[in-house]
C-alpha cells in the first residue's frame, strides 16, 4: 500500500524577485504602434536622448578593472547625465481606468542597461510610477506614497535595456486637471555593464572573479545575509558604480548598512544608492536572483579622514528578503583573531568570501586622492584564497568570532596578486573624533552603555522568520531532462505531449504563509501574449484549489529606439534562479503545491524548469495533461520520481519531505568523529565497501571517493575549518545523507 513519508529535508537557501520594493499594480498597456494612445512619434520628441557614449572613451579602464596600487575600489557602471524631466514638459498625459496618466521614455543608444534617479519625489496615497522597457517584459514597480521618504528623492536600480518608459498614475478624484504628486526625473545613468555583474561587453576579467561564490544558509557563514551590493549614482561626479556593504547590528534593531566614505562621499550620495540583498548563487551554472533591492537611505555618520561612512535604510528589509544583522566587534585585540573573510561583490557580481590566514597588522595608508589619519588601517597582506576588485569597497572584514573589524577602503590586491588590502578599523572610528556624529559609538552604543561588540542577528527571529522551502536533497543531481522517443521538448517545459504546467507538493509541520517563488530555469524566452504564471494551489494527491497567481516576465530583454521602437527577442531567462513575489503573502494549507502555468503553442521548447534527474524514488513532482493531474512516475514519456525547482519562501515552518515511497529505509551506517580527529563511518551491515561525497550545507561538493571497511569501521580522509558538513553515503542495500560536526 502506497503511503506519503515525511523525511526531515536539509534545506537548500537563496533569495530574489524583480524590482525594489513594490506596492503591486500594473502599468496600464503599451503598444509601440499605438502611437495615438502612447504618444511615441517616430524620430520625435516624446522620448528624451542622452546620447550615444564610447566605453572606452568616456571610462578610464584601468580604473576600472584595476584600481591603481592603493586605490579605492569603486566599480564604474556608466555616466550620469543631468535631466529635467517632469509631468509638466515632457512626454503625454490621458486618461484611463479612473487614473489620469503621465508616460513619457528615455533611451540611449548602445546602453546595456538605464537607471534615473527622481530628484523630486514625494505622490499621494492611490497613486502608482511604473518603470518598463517597451515590451514591459521587464517592470519595476509600482512605488507609491509608501516610498516617500524624508529626502524626496527615488534612485531605481537599472533596467536590462537601452529605452525605458516612466508611467505615473494619479486617481482622477485626487489629480484633477493637475497632478498632486510632485515628480522630476533629475538624472539618468547609461550603464556599460547590467546587473549581477555579468558583463555584456568583453572586459580582462569576463565578469569573472577569483573569490569563492557564497552560498545562502551557511552555518558557517551567515553574515552572508547580511551583504549588500550598492548601487551609487554620483550626480555630480556624472558616474554610476558599484560597490559592497553589510547590514550591522545595533541594539536599537536600526536597517543600519556600514561601508566606506568614497562610496557615499560623507553621506552625499546615501539618498540616490540601491542596495541589493540575498545577491547569491544557489548552486554553480545557475545565475542568482539579484532583485531584492531598496531604494535609498540617510546618511547616519561619515568620516573622510577614516573613511568611514554608515547609512541607514529607510525600513528594515522585509520577511521575504532574509535579512541578516552582522555582529561586531571594536575592541583592538578583536583585530588580531585570525583568519579572516572578507564578504564582498567583486566587479558587481554575485556574493564572493575571501580568505586570510595571516594576522591583520595595524598599518597607515595614503592614496595618491585621498590621505588618512596615522594607523587607522587594518592591512592584510595576502590573501590565501581569492582577492578583491572593483566593487569590493566598503565590503565589511570578519574575524576568527565572525564579527566586523572593519571595512574595505582599498589597495593593490587583485586575483593574480592578492596582497596589501586595507580596512578602516571600527576600534579606530570607534570614538576617534570629538564630534559624536562621526563617531561609531555614538550609534552603535547609543544608550552609553559600554557595549563594544555584538553578535549577530536576525531581525525577525521573534516573529516568523522566513525560510526558503526546497525538497532537493544534497545527493540529487539538478539538470533537465529532454523528452525522447519521438517526443520533442522537455520533461518540465514545453514539449509536443501538451503539457501546460507543472507543480511541486510541499507538506508542512503546519499551515503557513507563501511570500514568493523561487522558479529555476534551464532555458527560457519571452513570448509576447503567452505569460507564465507562479500558482499555489491546496493540497491532496494532486493540485486542488487554485489559491493563489502572479505573472512572471523574464529579467533580460534589449529593445532599441532609433527613432521606432523595435523588439529584439533574446534569451534571458537561461539558467537562471527568479524570484517571483506576491503582492500579499498567500495563506497556505499545510498540504499546498507550489506551480507554474502556461499557454501551450507551437514553439515546443522556450522554457525548461530545472529537475532532479537521478531518483529511483521520491517523487513530489506533477504535470498537467488534458486537464489532468499526474504523478512523474507517471509520465508519458520516460516515467521517473523527481523534483522541481520550484521552491516557495514561506514564513515561521520549515517543510517536511513529502515523498511517495512504500516502506521506510533503515540506515546502514552511522558516522564518529573520533577524539583523535579521525572521521570514521561506521557499517552496521556486513558492507565490504561505498562511495562517499562530502558536502558544505550550501551543497558545494568537497571530497569524493570509495572506502573500503575493515570490521566493519572506514577512515575517511578529511580535513577542513571547524562547522557542520553532510556526508552522503552510497551502498549496494541504500544510500544514506547523514550531517557531522568537524571540530
Known sequence: ??????????????????????????????????????????????????GAYDFFQTLDVDTVYHPADGGEKRFVAGNVCKVDITPYDSGITFNSNGYRVWRTGITSPGAVALSVVFSEFNIPDGANLFLYNPSQSI??????????????????????????????????????????????????????????????????????????QAFLDDPQNPAVNASCLIYVTGTDLRQSWYASGSLINNPDGKPYVISANHVFYEGKYAPTSVFYFQNHKVREGVKGSSELSMAGATSVTAAK?????????????PKD????????????????????????????DFTKISYANVTATISKVDFETQKFKYNSFWKISRWRVGATQGGSSGSPLFNSDGKIIGCLTGGSSFCENPVNDYFWQLSFAWEFHVDSEMQLKRWLDPHNQGVKS????????????????????????????????????????????????YAERYLFDEETEVYGVYIGTYKGKYVS???????????????????????????????????????????????????????????????????ISFQNYATPDTLALYQTTNRASGNSAYYYRNGVWSAFTSYPSQPQAASLWLQPVVADVKP?????????????????????GELRVISIADTEK????????????????????????????????????????QGSASTEIHKFLWR
Open 656 to 676: 517536511s519531505r513529502v515523498y511517495e515511497c512504500d516502506e521506510p529505509v533503515p540506515n546502514y551506517f552511522s558516522i564518529v568523529v573520533a577524539d583523535d
Open 139 to 212: 517592470v519595476i514597480g509600482s512605488f507609491s506614497s509608501d516610498n516617500n521618504n524624508p529626502n524626496n528623492i527615488l534612485p531605481v536600480q537599472p533596467l536590462s535595456a537601452d529605452t525605458i518608459i516612466v508611467e505615473y498614475q494619479e486617481p482622477m478624484e485626487a489629480s484633477g486637471s493637475e497632478f498632486k504628486g510632485r515628480l522630476r526625473v533629475g538624472y539618468a545613468s547609461h550603464n556599460f555593464f547590467d546587473t549581477n555583474g555579468y558583463l555584456k561587453r568583453t572586459n580582462p576579467d569576463g565578469g569573472i572573479t577569483c573569490s569563492p
Open 690 to 729: 561505498c562511495d562517499y561525497i562530502i558536502k558544505e550545507m550550501s551543497g558545494r561538493s568537497l571530497a569524493t571517493g570509495t572506502l573500503l571497511f575493515s570490521d566493519k569501521t572506514a577512515v575517511v580522509p578529511f580535513a577542513a575549518p571547524q562547522g557542520l558538513y553532510i556526508i552522503v553515503l
Open 529 to 595: 501574449g503567452h505569460p507564465v504564471n507562479v500558482k499555489v494551489y491546496a493540497g491532496g494527491s494532486n493540485p486542488g484549489e487554485e489559491l493563489a497567481s502572479v505573472t512572471v516576465k523574464p529579467y533580460d530583454y534589449a529593445y532599441k529606439y532609433d527613432g521606432s521602437i523595435s523588439e529584439t527577442i533574446t534569451t534571458g531567462w537561461n539558467t537562471r534562479d527568479t524570484y517571483v513575489r506576491f503582492p500579499s503573502p498567500v495563506k497556505a494549507f499545510r498540504d499546498c503545491y507550489i506551480g
Open 454 to 501: 555584538m553578535d549577530g542577528a536576525d531581525p525577525y527571529a521573534y516573529d516568523q522568520p522566513c525560510y526558503r522551502a526546497s525538497n532537493f536533497s544534497p545527493y540529487d543531481i539538478v539538470g533537465y531532462q529532454r523528452l525522447s522517443g519521438g517526443a520533442t521538448g522537455y520533461q518540465a517545459g514545453h514539449n509536443s505531449l501538451g503539457c501546460t504546467a
Open 305 to 317: 579622514d577614516l573613511d568611514l561612512a554608515m547609512v541607514e535604510l529607510y525600513q528594515m528589509p
Open 321 to 348: 528578503y532574509r535579512p541578516y544583522l552582522a555582529g561586531w566587534d571594536a575592541n583592538e585585540s578583536a583585530g588580531y583573531l585570525s583568519p579572516y573573510k572578507c564578504i564582498h561583490h567583486p566587479n558587481g
Open 1 to 50: 500500500m502506497r503511503r506519503i513519508c515525511n523525511i526531515l529535508v536539509l534545506l537548500t537557501v537563496a533569495v530574489a524577485a524583480i524590482a525594489q520594493i513594490s506596492g503591486g499594480g500594473a502599468p496600464m498597456p503599451f503598444n509601440p504602434d499605438d502611437y495615438a494612445h502612447c504618444g511615441v512619434i517616430k524620430g520625435g520628441g516624446r522620448f528624451s536622448a542622452l
